[in-house]
């Protein structure tokens, strides 16, 4: 079955604590994103990445670093967490850069203390 | 930055009626893509428009696209409980290569 995958689905940190949120697809696509949904702001991108190695910021990437060493994998890592990235994180994927259809993971409803 | 604008923000409607939502966008676009979102979950995408078609249908669905007014609606016919959800427009700009543009969607309710 073709999917992203997100891991964790939820999580409850505290401020400072490095966490790492895992994004898989296994549908061969060469363009990945994250993005983040807050009420009353929609989703708004994060970081996206065209191919391996190949990454590059987003809207609000301020807080966040990415990876893509390997074309499934494309984990996002909050090295010092604060409050203010409590959010929703989706990571999506499509097939070339995003003019087509998105596919999107169910979601990681991330809380920081 | 939000390119797409919804409206309304909040629908609610009886099933079997059809429910109408509208985008509004600022720039030039390639495309033009709705998405629907049930509560908390990921985002699905619904269908596709590109900038020189008006019209587009897929089942219950049906979208336009007026490029010269920079708006596009979503109309879904004879509406049932399980179309409630949250549904989004999202621009592929002609100007960036780099991502969809999400406005901050509407959340139909449908009741019995």
């Known amino acids: 079955e073709a999917q992203v995958t997100q891991n964790p689905r939820y999580l409850i940190t505290v401020t400072g604590k490095k966490l790492t949120v895992t994004c898989s697809q296994n549908?061969?696509?060469?363009?990945m994103s994250w993005y983040r949904q807050d009420p009353g702001l929609g989703l708004r991108q994060i970081y996206y990445?065209?191919?391996?190695?190949?990454?590059d910021k987003g809207d609000v990437p301020e807080g966040y670093k990415v990876s893509r060493k390997e074309k499934r994998n494309f984990p996002l890592i909050l090295e010092s967490p604060s409050p203010n990235q409590t959010s929703l994180y989706f990571c999506?994927?499509?097939?070339?850069?995003?003019?087509?259809?998105?596919?999107f993971g169910e979601g990681s409803r991330l809380t920081v203390l | 930055s939000q390119q797409g604008e919804e409206d309304p923000q909040a629908l609610s409607i009886q099933e079997g009626e059809n429910a109408t939502m509208n985008c509004s966008y600022k720039t030039s676009i390639n495309n033009l893509q709705w998405y629907r979102q049930n509560s908390g979950r990921g985002l699905v995408h619904l269908i596709l428009i590109r900038s020189n078609e008006r019209e587009k249908h897929s089942g219950r669905l049906r979208v336009t696209l007026d490029t010269s007014k920079k708006s596009s609606s979503l109309l879904i016919t004879a509406s049932r409980a399980a179309d409630t959800a949250s549904y989004f427009c999202?621009?592929?700009?002609?100007?960036?290569?780099?991502?969809?543009?999400f406005g901050t969607g509407t959340r139909l309710q449908v009741t019995l």
């Open positions: 549908m061969n696509h060469e363009y």
């Open positions: 990445s065209m191919n391996v190695e190949v990454t």
């Open positions: 999506a994927s499509s097939f070339l850069r995003p003019g087509g259809e998105l596919f």
């Open positions: 999202a621009t592929d700009d002609s100007g960036t290569a780099s991502k969809l543009t």
